[in-house]
């Protein structure tokens, strides 16, 4: 008699589908996990048939497809959103408000103007330079912020790829779990939900794409790099170049992997490429504008009249090689440079014009042609290796003639100009005008209410230096740049996100799960325990009976 197997793996599976409904309940929230279901069959003992139920398998709901598509697309996913939020922050640095690099542009210029009408006033001279002070602050400002985030880049990367080798170990271990339980037989459901989740995590640093292998094993691949293969995890290394370019190898090789998208994909490209290009350009705006500014400034003559001493506030990399090949901030071309020399007792001025060629002349040639001019002499201070040159007693000079520097040579080597340095980071007004505001190169000449020099300052501002673009208008375009940047991702982060929304929804439809479908199963399994159990109860009964009438 079979009764009592029929009635106790009647008992049993619907045990086991109730354990399955409580399993699915208390995970519904649980990220990555694929509902069950219970799989029923009629028990066979040996030859004889109607022995009872047995759990033939447990199902693991999946949407492969389409779970293929959410880790295709995750990555861009991750990848937008990681660099719109690195672009917002250049955005909010390239400011275009009041008080921001555009607005000081303004301010400047407009100072100069003023001082156009009153070039001799010292006390409309201080607002020139606070202006010029202003203006070199929001470079330095703007390009330390990018400098900051670059920096800040630079310390997720490697975090980012400890991350990635920490997934990729812990999804080689769970093949290895997995694997050992399919090959006997078993069902490795949880592991497998495990291992899907790594899997969408990790797709979400990089652009990965899945390869299934026999009995539940699955191969990783990146940017066409193995990260998992079976039991093996690959590892990544990452070190800089010579540039401070974060590069990515797997362990042992020298050859860099790519990613194309993903959260470190996203990071490499704004940290090696995008922030640097956008350094780049505020730089070339910044060296464009001293470069300009200093070369009407020194070729023109201050208040206090001209110079009998001047010293460069460039150092040459070396004082022997041309200057080509110097080291110097501002390139030199081949010209001249005419330098005037007055002799203070007869007040005779005397113009002398050397010829530049930065391919074959060095910083010693030039103080050596400067000091055979009557009236100077020209040193190159060790270790300075900056250009002095001093007039004799009784002797003044300037630069003040028309075209006096076709070279560049002055600015090059910082001469007498109004800014120092040559980078957004590093330009300041010099100390000497910040002291004396008379210092200014007002005119091209000693005479009182000389305003020629100013004029060509102010003749700056509507100059196109950039193709068709002036100072203003270069950051202006630079900063709708990156903001046209922001307004493109922002669009495909919308698009990529609403994507993602509808694949996650349709695959919940197939691996979520539904409580009230799963209430009802509850009940459908408690009845099946209540009615086998009366049916044991039954059969127990009439098994009483006939043994009483077998006595």
Do not use: C
Not at 41 to 55: K, M, N, Q
Not at 205 to 213: G, S
Not at 379 to 398: E, K, Y
Request: overall charge negative; hydrophobic content about 40%; aromatic content about 4%.
């Amino acid at each position: 008699m079979n009764a009592l197997q029929i009635g106790t793996s009647a008992i049993a599976a619907g045990q086991r589908g109730l354990d399955l409904v409580g399993q699915n309940l208390a995970n519904a929230a649980t990220p990555g996990y694929h509902r069950q279901a219970v799989n029923f069959v009629s028990r066979v003992t040996g030859e004889v048939y109607g022995t009872g139920v047995a759990v033939a398998s447990i199902t693991r709901f999946t949407a492969q497809s389409v779970r293929t598509a959410i880790i295709s697309n995750n990555s861009a996913q991750a990848a937008f959103t990681t660099r719109l939020d690195i672009r917002r922050q250049i955005e909010r640095t390239l400011r275009t408000a009041d008080g921001g690099i555009a607005d000081q542009f303004n301010r400047f210029f407009n100072q100069i103007e003023q001082l156009s009408s009153r070039p001799d006033d010292t006390a409309v001279r201080r607002p020139v330079i606070a202006a010029a002070g202003e203006l070199a602050r929001q470079f330095n400002s703007a390009a330390g912020d990018i400098d900051r985030l670059r920096g800040a880049l630079s310390d997720q990367i490697p975090q980012a790829i400890e991350q990635v080798n920490e997934w990729a170990s812990r999804i080689a271990d769970l093949n290895i779990r997995i694997s050992i339980r399919e090959k006997i037989g078993e069902q490795a459901n949880d592991l497998r939900d495990q291992r899907d989740q790594l899997i969408h995590d990790l797709s979400q640093l990089v652009d990965i794409k899945t390869v299934d292998q026999p009995y539940g094993v699955v191969n990783v691949i990146a940017a066409g790099a193995a990260v998992v293969v079976g039991e093996f995890a690959n590892r990544f290394e990452v070190n800089t170049d010579p540039n401070g370019n974060w590069l990515v190898t797997p362990a042992g090789s020298t050859q860099p992997v790519t990613f194309q998208s993903g959260r470190l994909g996203a990071l490499l490209q704004e940290h090696n490429v995008e922030i640097p290009a956008t350094r780049v350009r505020l730089d070339a705006l910044a060296r464009e504008f001293v470069n300009r500014v200093n070369a009407i400034q020194a070729t023109g003559v201050a208040l206090t009249g001209p110079l009998t001493r001047t010293t460069g506030t460039v150092s040459a990399l070396s004082t022997t090689v041309p200057l080509d090949s110097a080291g110097l901030p501002f390139p030199i071309q081949s010209g001249h440079l005419t330098i005037s020399v007055t002799d203070t007792s007869t007040n005779t001025r005397t113009s002398t014009t050397i010829p530049i060629d930065p391919a074959t002349q060095s910083l010693q040639d030039l103080a050596t042609a400067l000091s055979s001019i009557p009236g100077l002499t020209a040193t190159v201070p060790s270790p300075a290796n900056t250009l002095q040159i001093d007039a004799l007693p009784g002797f003044v000079f300037d630069f003040a003639d028309a075209n006096a520097d076709t070279a560049g040579l002055l600015p090059a080597l910082g001469i007498n100009g109004l800014f120092v340095g040559s980078t957004a980071a590093g330009i300041r007004v010099r100390p000497e005008i910040v002291a004396d505001p008379n210092l200014l190169a007002a005119g091209t000449t000693p005479q009182s209410g000389d305003s020629t020099n100013l004029e060509r300052l102010a003749a700056l501002r509507d100059l196109p230096v950039f193709g068709t673009r002036t100072f203003q208008g270069e950051f202006a375009d630079q900063a709708a740049a990156v903001g046209s940047d922001v307004q493109s991702l922002a669009d495909r982060q919308t698009a990529q996100t609403n994507l993602m929304q509808a694949l996650f929804a349709q695959e919940q439809s197939v691996i979520g799960v539904d409580m009230n479908e799963e209430l009802v199963r509850l009940l459908d399994f408690q009845r099946m325990v209540q009615s086998a159990s009366r049916y044991l109860s039954v059969v127990n009964s009439a098994l009483d009976e006939i043994i009483d009438i077998l006595r």
